[in-house]
């Protein structure tokens, strides 16, 4: 597939909670319209949001980000929680777009780095990761479920 024209970008609202569920479900992460809505308040500026890709008033994906501040340095970290790209605008750029739009979060915040994390189920995700730049290399991501 081709890329699209650019997308734009702005800040969901809890207008977008039953379609960012969806999505999320559709990706093996179970959520309620309700639940969104709820958890889209935790996403508030400063210190996080949430930016949705769109083309026409289509929506085509979004990004979830967090602002982490570090002890080790005084410049702060932007780890990207979420990133979801509709299955019909796929392989056409709007996952680099949205990489791209949370870089320039975090580079207007300050941030000496932007991370995300990438399941082993999901290569593809990966592998859009390594082509805008995300180094593979740093892998040691330990978890403990409670």
Known sequence: MSEIEAPTFRDADAGDAAWMASALTDEG????????????????????????????????????????????REDPIVRVIALIVDPGARERGVGAALLAEAERIAREAGAGYIEV??????????????????????????????
Do not use: C, I, M, N
């Open 29 to 72: 992460y179970p959520a309620g319209a309700s639940d969104l809505a709820r958890r889209l308040d935790r996403f508030l500026p400063p210190a996080s949001g949430v930016r949705v890709a769109e083309r026409d008033g289509v929506r085509l994906g979004f990004v979830a980000w967090h602002l982490l501040p570090r002890l080790e």
């Open 117 to 146: 994390t990438s399941g082993h189920h999901r290569p593809q995700a990966t592998r859009l990761y390594e082509h805008v730049g995300f180094d593979s290399t740093l892998t040691t991501y330990l978890r403990k479920h409670l």
